[in-house]
Structure formats: C-alpha cells, structure tokens
C-alpha cells in the first residue's frame, strides 16, 4: 500500500511561475524525501526533512512538513523547463531504512 | 566509473523464462534495493539487503529472488517471468546524510522487462 498520495497528480505551468506540490501520508514518519525522477531516467534526491523540522529551503526548493495533518509541500520557485519531470514524495517510519514512495505528481513547466 | 550501474537497460523475455537483472554500486554502501514502477503504483519495494548476505522482503516480493554475496552487487533474479512482471526496475543504494542520519537512496537508470 502507498504511504504517500502526490497532489495534483498532473500540473502543468508557465516558466517563471511557482509550482506547489503535495503529499499526504499515512503513519508517523522519521523523515520525509522529495525526490525527481526526468523522462526515462532513475530519481534523484532533492530535500529531506526531519519529523522535528517544519520548514526546510535548497536553492529554488522550499519544503514544509506538517506531521499533524501528515502532510507535506513542495514549492519550486521561478519554475524552469528544464524542471519538467514527476516529483515522488517517500517517507521513512520508524528506525527502519525503506522508503515508501507516493504515486508521483507530473509537472510540466512550458515556455 | 562511480556511480550504480544497471544491466542490462532493456530486456524481452518471454513468458517463464528466468531473467537476472543486475545491479552494481561503486561506493560500498550497506544497503541496497529494488523497487519496480509501475503506471498508477508509484515505486513498490521488491526487496532489500542490508549488507552482504542480509536481504529481506519488501511489500512486492512474490516470483523474485535476490541474492548479496558481495556488498557492491545485488542480483534481482525473476525464477519464472510472467507478464505482471512487466515492469521498469530501479536498484538503489543508500547512504546516511551526515547531518541528519538519515538515509537517502541513490537509483540506478532503470532497467525496462517486457515479458511477452
């Protein structure tokens, strides 16, 4: 079963525009990861945070947690083509090592 | 070259036929994956090891063996290929992030099956 669920699954933007990105989770978590996978290729990690952290910043990359609605964000300012891709949100529970990923949101940004 | 290395990118088999497809990392990490993706799925974890000769299920493991006798491989064996395994395949390894102590997973480009 997924432990993550991405919102929206699609979204689509212009270059310049900010993108948001959702994720809604179903146990308490150790951590949260946003990941990027591009067309045809394997994921890349973006941003970790920390059950005990609320907001965390890289770059253009903005993440928020909120553990008491079991949600999390991801913002990407000033959006790019080259940030065309599907973004997966994973959770860790417990003291374990798996991530469980969500189903992913696809994000278009056209010029 | 450094990095995780899968082979081979793109298999067709056919319908039982054993498949292995192989994964390799260069930075001797402990722990290592394999997750299937699949259209509305998201990532499902197949199997993982954590060091050379532990490995254990993930939440898909039905009609799949792994094996770990070197921390650096870690074979995903398909005993008797069927359709439902159609499917891209993502090995990953894991490091710790220093600050944080928590894992973050590295993935290989993916090897594509088609089981016809």
């Known amino acids: 079963s997924q432990q993550g669920e991405e919102d929206p699954q699609a979204l689509s933007i212009q270059e310049g525009e900010n993108a948001t990105m959702n994720c809604s989770y179903k146990?308490?978590?150790?951590?949260l990861q946003w990941y990027r996978q591009n067309s045809g290729r394997g994921l890349v990690h973006l941003i970790l945070i920390r059950s005990n952290e609320r907001e965390k910043h890289s770059g253009r990359l903005r993440v928020t947690l909120d553990t008491s609605k079991k949600s999390s964000s991801l913002l990407i300012t000033a959006s790019r083509a080259a940030d065309t891709a599907s973004y997966f949100c994973?959770?860790?529970?417990?003291?374990?090592?798996?991530?469980?990923f969500g189903t992913g949101t696809q994000l278009k940004v056209e010029l | 070259d450094a990095g995780i290395t899968q082979s081979p990118r793109y298999k067709i088999t056919e319908t039982g036929r054993q498949v292995t497809l192989m994964c390799h990392q260069t930075w001797s990490h402990s722990y290592m994956f394999w997750y299937r993706q699949d259209l509305g799925h998201g990532l499902r974890l197949i199997y993982y090891?954590?060091?050379?000769?532990?490995?254990d299920k993930g939440e898909v493991p039905d009609g799949y063996v792994v094996s770990r006798s070197k921390t650096e491989n870690f074979p995903l064996t398909l005993e008797s290929a069927t359709r439902s395994q159609t499917s891209v395949y993502f090995c990953?390894?894991?490091?710790?992030?220093?600050?944080?102590?928590?894992?973050?997973?590295?993935f290989g480009a993916g090897s594509r099956l088609t089981v016809l």
């Open positions: 994973a959770t860790v529970t417990g003291g374990g090592n798996k991530l469980t």
């Open positions: 990953a390894s894991s490091a710790k992030v220093r600050t944080s102590g928590a894992n973050v997973l590295t």
């Open positions: 146990t308490s978590i150790n951590n």
């Open positions: 090891s954590a060091a050379a000769d532990i490995t």
